[in-house]
């Protein structure tokens, strides 16, 4: 979004609600995330005793994140959905850019390991069945995963 005009704005306060593209995240690329929708903003931004600008609301995006454990994919909303923060207005202060804050609350809440639920149980490590579909017919983990060294050492 673009800075806020202190000269501008409406001393009741005023609503931004809006969307910036995607790019505004530089977002690293990460195979976890398969897309990233638009950074959305709905902000009150008010100035207070004069000098404190404070913005509240929401801020985030639409992220389509590949399962860490299934490898299926699965849509989430990532921000903040209690956004504050406050800047201090100086006397040659004329604008505040709220975009970097903002792009940062977004990323800070992006899940290091995205799981589609918190009981996925992921995917056989041997046959790569999904096990959230039920059980597959490989022996249990301690056993497949001597087997799994055995095939090794052949190579
Ligand atoms: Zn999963
Ligand atoms: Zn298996």
Known sequence: MEAILLARLDEEGEQFTGEDPAEVLELEPDEAVVSVGPLEYDLTVRQVIGD??????????????????????????????????????RDETESVDLTPDMREATLLAFP???VCTSACVGLCP???????????????????????????KLD
């Open 52 to 89: 404190e600008l404070l913005v509240q609301g929401r801020v985030g995006c639409e992220v389509a994140f590949r399962c860490s454990r299934c490898a299926q994919e699965f849509s989430r909303r990532v921000g903040e959905t209690h956004y504050m923060r406050s800047y201090e207005l």
């Open 112 to 114: 290091a390991y995205p």
């Open 126 to 152: 041997t046959c790569g069945k999904d096990l959230n579909a039920g059980p597959c017919e490989c022996k249990p983990a301690e056993e497949s995963r001597w087997g799994g060294l055995d095939a090794l």
